[in-house]
Nanobody, 128 residues
């Protein structure tokens, strides 16, 4: 059984930093594209970033470019999201996702059009 477990969320002031982690159990971690999504209250879920299985191909949503960095440690089965210069509009529940397809279909992934494994989310709150 595959389990996806996020951690690292919390309350931070604007301009601060947080590092989210996502550990996956029950599958060969380095075979899959992975990424982060977020959903703010009253809004639709949106993609934040994704990374290929080698950690070479990376995509970011425009509003986080230059502030967020996605990375992965395949030996530790863990995906990371380093978030710097946080803004109140970054407040959301952040979810980790694994694309089951095994391919680098980043357009579909960022549009949420994939079959995948999801975590329960970790809350990020940025105060002004």
């Amino acid at each position: 059984q595959v389990q996806v477990v996020e951690s690292g969320g919390g309350l931070v002031q604007a301009g601060g930093s947080l590092r989210l982690s996502c550990t996956v159990f029950g599958l060969r971690f380095d075979d899959y594209t992975m990424g982060w999504f977020r959903q703010a209250p009253g809004k639709e879920r949106e993609a934040v970033s994704c990374i290929d299985w080698y950690g070479i191909e990376i995509k970011y949503e425009d509003s986080v470019k230059g502030r967020f960095t996605i990375s992965r440690d395949n030996a530790q089965n863990t995906l990371y999201l380093q978030m710097n210069n946080l803004k109140p509009e970054d407040t959301a529940m952040y979810y980790c996702a694994v694309d089951k397809s095994g391919g680098w279909y980043y357009t579909d992934f960022l549009a949420g059009k994939f079959e995948g494994y999801w975590g329960q989310g970790t809350q990020v709150t940025v105060s002004s």
